[in-house]
């Protein structure tokens, strides 16, 4: 029988995790496919390591890794990847918002043939109005700057083949933009669209600005196109520069006007004193990744492995759940 691995990053999801792995193994007892369920604990600060605790007590097939402290979604995904064994490994989220019934979809795409389903959003619409507009602007800008195809809207809900795995684990990047990764390595990959629930409890963990650096990083560890589009920028406002001290001086001579203009004088040193700060902070974002590279620091640190002995068939805990209340 082939192996499947799910791995589910959790921040702090205890209330839902129970709901969730009750909707997960409901979905996995109907498949012909043996599995190991891997939580990564990513630092959390309430009682999910307890939850995880009980479903282990309770499955024998779910498995913990608990992380030194609180790494980002991006390193529990990577963890997660280095200890599945699976033929094929799923990445879901903890938080419901990536149903789990569309599982047997992606394995019945898995199995013939593609290394890659990534699942893409069709529907936001449970999105907030400013999340789906910021989210369509950065794909666009992600999709036009980057070298790679980084498909739009399509988040970390994936299938991956055992060699896509192996592919993304190789990939040495300390900024890991992990839809980008995925996209990098390439190989045969489908599309499927699905509807994106809301958060079964608790808020995103992702904070406007916490947002906006993995923006950053997408779009720093996939393209340098910013920092040819500053170049191409300082060029144009030096031609026309040019083009401006030419007919002054043509007018000077010529017609013999005097050189007046203190405000344009200001105007367009504060603009270009403007413009250089903005090319400098841009070469920053691409130093100070560059300063995160050379450090190859480990991606996260590792509190306690418990690993599931073999993979089998998933149980389900609700009786285990009313048990403990
Ligand atoms: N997550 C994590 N570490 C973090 C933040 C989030 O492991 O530092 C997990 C979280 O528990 C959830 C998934 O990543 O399973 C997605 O997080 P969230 O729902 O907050 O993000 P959103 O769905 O809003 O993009
Ligand atoms: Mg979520």
Known sequence: MTSLSVIVPCFNESDGLYEFHDRLSATLQKQAVAVEIIYVNDGSVDDTSDVIAVLRSADNRVGEIELSRNFGKEAALTAGLDYARGDA???IDADLQDPPECIPDMLDAWRSGYDVVAMKRGDRSTDSLFKRVSAGIFYRLLASLSDVHIPENVGDFRLLSRRAVDAVKSMPDRNRYMKGLFAWVGYRTIEIDYKRDPRFVGESKWPFFKLLG???????SFSIAPLRLA????AIVAVFALLYGSITLAKTLIFGEAVAGFPTLVVMISFLGGAQ??????LGEYVGRLLVETKHRPLYFIDTVEMPTAFGRVISIRSQKKAIG
Request: hydrophobic share 70%.
């Open 231 to 234: 170049s191409l920028a300082g």
């Open 89 to 91: 490994v799923i990445v």
């Open 214 to 220: 993995l923006a950053l990083d997408g779009i720093t």
């Open 277 to 282: 700060l903005m090319a400098i902070g841009l």
